[in-house]
DNA sequence: GTGAAAGCGCTAACAT
DNA sequence: ATGTTAGCGCTTTCAC
């Protein structure tokens, strides 16, 4: 169907392999050689099959990446980081959207294992029902490297760049109390999260250390969805014994917690004070002064792949790697305490 | 490295044919033999090549997916739509990243078809130094069926699905129009690209229908960035003769019309009204009542998808299909006009 | 400097 | 019901 090497032969009247050289700029070809053939190139319109290249190289040059849920723009960017770095390496990536789906996540690996991809950078959906690490395990002893961006699967002997969760929120946590804060809410993730789990430390690190009890009362469980934000701030906001402050612990909660907040009329930080995880662009661009921890996303991203393209070097023996970065907290004024 | 069909073959004692076919589910084998053959591979933890395959059967199932930017979640939407309809079709698809960029539009574009992808979604950026439709030109000439999506390159003989730009439009102005506005200020994308065009013109036509004259100094040519809404949005609060409403071509810019608003303390709808194309999830989260254009994202990734895959089906006859969405037109209240 | 030929892992006639 | 074999398009070793 398409136009092959050897039709470029042909044409050229040489062999194979002489097409083959100048293709890949290995091996001495003559000049005059050379020209002829890549006019010939030119004239067909080749275009070499990678699919042919890398059954014979039994090399694809090709990564995958999972993310769980690609509208998330946090993820974006976390993508836009690893496509700059993939591309200066001439390296292609096949992305995969897990739908924060353990399901479709094996699937995707799977499918990337058939396509015979040479590394995989993952953004892990939860710890929970861990069947998926098993399978990662697997194909890291088959020598295909891993790399954990921002989460953590059960065996924590992947390599990966991580997010100091602990040290974002102590820092937020302390940052209201230092305000004056007293009674602080916090809206957490999923407990099967180790982001998750680590937000909520931090958060009891922070009150303990400045002797203030952690009251059950004022701790909310939530899924980092923005319902659960929601929901958790109207109970919040009802509350006779109501907090001066809310931690919530993700991006998307902190939409529903603010929903919840303007529906009832309150004001920032007048009647209640809040951080958030995770910037949200879209406040800053409102001029809606929102402080939050901020996770360093493209950062994340480049550096993940950056690990990746390393431990592909077959040579380079295999340590686990992990790096890990310290969240920066941004004030915009939401943090106050306004005497009420 | 990794196992092959011929290690299968040869620990179940069989030939590699029947290997393929319990593979393939292909032909008959003996349900004895079958049930050895899935043990070893089980056993042997064997993963076919879909390398080999496709190069065997020259037939990747794999297209190819061009959006502009990953981290608009208007585009995070469509490729959810895309990656649905290809799942259940069991085709895998490569996402590329063009970074609104025509040279790495391009670059992808070549990526891809040595890839030997068998079609192509592409949301292409913009309509300008157009040289890349000339290169899908070539493509679908090779067979590869391109379907374009919420956009349009020089060459229209290319199918796609649509959104009716001047409808969507014109209904909002016409909107504004019947609430009594007058002065009806608009902030428009570029005008090399026909969806932005389109949006203009569907300002010009309900104007026109209405008998109120356009007048230049409400025009403004944006970019589709927030910068310009912001930049632009400031000007007009700022005219002696303002309009009493603004009609923002796309969801960025209006995010920066909003910041310019709210930054000047006016209120909507009491000082200035103003309609967006494009819904943007967080103002309804937030309760901004902003009244928006809805594009069908979602579905314009699902429909396109299934067109591809329409067109994959070399039998048919391909003719150029073109399905256009009519956009749903949201009031929340930002349209209204209020004595001034 | 160039060519011949084996091989990458699999599929699909064609035999048996 | 199963085996043999010729490709798929390219790279690479070994000859010449």
Redesign the interface.
């Given at each position: 169907?398409?136009v092959t090497i050897s039709d470029i032969a042909k044409k050229a009247g040489v062999s194979l392999a002489t097409v083959s050289r100048v293709l890949n700029d290995s091996g001495y070809v003559k000049e005059e050689t050379r020209e002829r053939i890549l006019e010939v190139i030119k004239e067909l319109?080749y275009?070499?099959?990678?699919?042919?290249r890398?059954?014979s190289k039994?090399k694809?040059n090709t990564l995958g990446v999972l993310v769980p849920d690609?509208?998330?723009?946090f993820f974006?960017?976390v993508?836009?980081g690893i496509?700059q770095i993939a591309?200066e390496s001439n390296l292609?990536i096949?992305?995969c959207?897990t739908d924060d789906n353990k399901d479709?996540e094996l699937k995707s690996l799977?499918?990337l294992?058939?396509?015979?991809i040479q590394g995989i950078i993952i953004m892990p959906t939860s710890v929970e029902d861990d069947f998926n690490s098993e399978y990662l395990k697997?194909l890291e002893n088959?020598?295909i490297p891993i790399v954990l961006v921002d989460g953590h699967v059960k065996y924590s002997s992947f390599s990966g760049v991580f997010v100091d969760n602990i040290k974002g929120s102590y820092d937020a946590v302390e940052t209201l109390i230092k305000e004056g804060h007293e009674k602080i809410a916090i809206i957490t993730g999923r407990m099967n999260s180790k982001p998750a789990k680590d937000r909520f430390i931090g958060y009891k690190k922070a009150l303990m250390m400045n002797n203030i009890e952690m009251e059950d009362k004022y701790v909310f469980y939530g899924d980092y969805r923005?319902e659960s934000g929601y929901k958790y701030t109207k109970e919040i906001l009802e509350m006779e014994d109501r907090p001066s402050a809310i931690f919530v612990s993700n991006n998307m909660m902190t939409?529903?917690c603010?929903?919840a907040i303007?529906?009832g009329n309150f004001k920032i930080p007048e009647d209640i004070s809040i951080i958030s995880f995770d910037r949200?662009d879209?406040l800053d661009?409102?001029?809606?002064n929102v402080s939050y921890v901020n996770g360093p996303s493209v950062e994340l991203g480049k550096i993940g792949m950056k690990m990746l393209i390393e431990s592909l070097d077959e040579n380079e023996l295999k340590e686990v790697k992990n790096i890990t970065l310290i969240p920066e907290l941004v004030l915009r004024g939401s943090e106050k305490l306004i005497k009420r």
């Amino acid at each position: 169907m398409a136009v092959t090497i050897s039709d470029i032969a042909k044409k050229a009247g040489v062999s194979l392999a002489t097409v083959s050289r100048v293709l890949n700029d290995s091996g001495y070809v003559k000049e005059e050689t050379r020209e002829r053939i890549l006019e010939v190139i030119k004239e067909l319109n080749y275009t070499p099959s990678a699919i042919a290249r890398s059954l014979s190289k039994s090399k694809t040059n090709t990564l995958g990446v999972l993310v769980p849920d690609i509208t998330n723009p946090f993820f974006g960017e976390v993508i836009k980081g690893i496509s700059q770095i993939a591309d200066e390496s001439n390296l292609n990536i096949i992305l995969c959207d897990t739908d924060d789906n353990k399901d479709k996540e094996l699937k995707s690996l799977k499918m990337l294992t058939e396509q015979r991809i040479q590394g995989i950078i993952i953004m892990p959906t939860s710890v929970e029902d861990d069947f998926n690490s098993e399978y990662l395990k697997t194909l890291e002893n088959m020598g295909i490297p891993i790399v954990l961006v921002d989460g953590h699967v059960k065996y924590s002997s992947f390599s990966g760049v991580f997010v100091d969760n602990i040290k974002g929120s102590y820092d937020a946590v302390e940052t209201l109390i230092k305000e004056g804060h007293e009674k602080i809410a916090i809206i957490t993730g999923r407990m099967n999260s180790k982001p998750a789990k680590d937000r909520f430390i931090g958060y009891k690190k922070a009150l303990m250390m400045n002797n203030i009890e952690m009251e059950d009362k004022y701790v909310f469980y939530g899924d980092y969805r923005q319902e659960s934000g929601y929901k958790y701030t109207k109970e919040i906001l009802e509350m006779e014994d109501r907090p001066s402050a809310i931690f919530v612990s993700n991006n998307m909660m902190t939409l529903g917690c603010l929903k919840a907040i303007f529906e009832g009329n309150f004001k920032i930080p007048e009647d209640i004070s809040i951080i958030s995880f995770d910037r949200i662009d879209i406040l800053d661009t409102l001029g809606l002064n929102v402080s939050y921890v901020n996770g360093p996303s493209v950062e994340l991203g480049k550096i993940g792949m950056k690990m990746l393209i390393e431990s592909l070097d077959e040579n380079e023996l295999k340590e686990v790697k992990n790096i890990t970065l310290i969240p920066e907290l941004v004030l915009r004024g939401s943090e106050k305490l306004i005497k009420r």
